[in-house]
């Protein structure tokens, strides 16, 4: 099973400022691996695919990069919508897992 | 406009049953590859369960293999989850999603299995 590592835990920043977001695989995963958002109460949202491709209807500030092991989403400019907890995800073998999330968090 | 609707969920005694649906509209469901995946209290996301458009293939997380089933009815536009001996730790919300070129791309918004007793 492949483990993904995902730091900060937590992340606190104030809105307009820029949040890079890490995760790490275990093995490589090509770039076979998304992320998604996921607010309180609400279900998780996919932001990028393919490692780098954002999703339909995400701002343009949200980018994502790497292959193989590691891999960044970078949110550039925070608005208040932004903060939540971000989920990596590989579908590269099985099973497919998650990344135990980071916080992003209003300073 | 797409949309994924679960229910089914409740309050089940450890070693029970229960099926959840998964309704779908907006797109042509036969087309999709779909999942579940699940969420404990305060905890992240686990993947639980995958079937091809024509459940052809379907696979499972270790923790629920035999236990669980996977299914869908194309012409109801409806996946399912069979939950068959069920324990405390299968206590999570249940979403189902729609696997579009094995990305997740749309979820419901969750259905609540508690197993206590």
């Known amino acids: 099973e492949i483990v993904l590592t995902q730091s900060p835990a937590i992340l606190s920043l104030s809105p307009g400022e820029r949040a890079t977001l890490s995760c790490r695989a275990s093995q490589s995963v090509s770039v076979d691996l998304a992320w998604f958002q996921q607010k309180r109460g609400q279900a998780p949202r996919l932001v990028v695919y393919d490692a780098s491709n954002r999703a339909n209807g995400i701002p343009a500030r949200f980018s994502g990069s790497g292959s193989g092991t590691d891999f960044t989403l970078t949110i550039g400019g925070l608005e208040a919508e932004d903060f939540g907890v971000y989920y990596c995800q590989q579908r590269t073998s099985w099973p497919r897992t998650f990344g135990q999330g980071t916080r992003l968090e209003i300073k | 406009q797409v949309h994924l609707v679960e229910s089914g969920g409740g309050l089940v005694k450890p070693g029970g049953s229960l099926r959840l649906s998964c309704a779908a509209s907006?797109?042509?469901?036969?087309?999709?590859?779909m999942s579940w995946i699940r969420q404990a209290p305060g905890k992240g996301l686990e993947w639980v369960a995958y079937?091809?458009?024509?459940?052809?293939?379907?696979n499972y997380a270790d923790s629920v293999r035999g236990r669980f089933t996977i299914s869908r009815d194309n012409a109801k536009n409806t996946l399912y989850l069979q939950m068959n001996s069920l324990r405390d730790e299968d206590t999570a919300v249940y979403f189902c999603a729609r696997d579009n070129n094995h990305n997740m791309d749309v979820w419901g918004q969750g259905t609540t299995v508690t197993v206590s007793s």
């Open positions: 079937i091809t458009s024509s459940s052809a293939y379907r």
């Open positions: 907006g797109f042509r469901f036969s087309d999709y590859y």
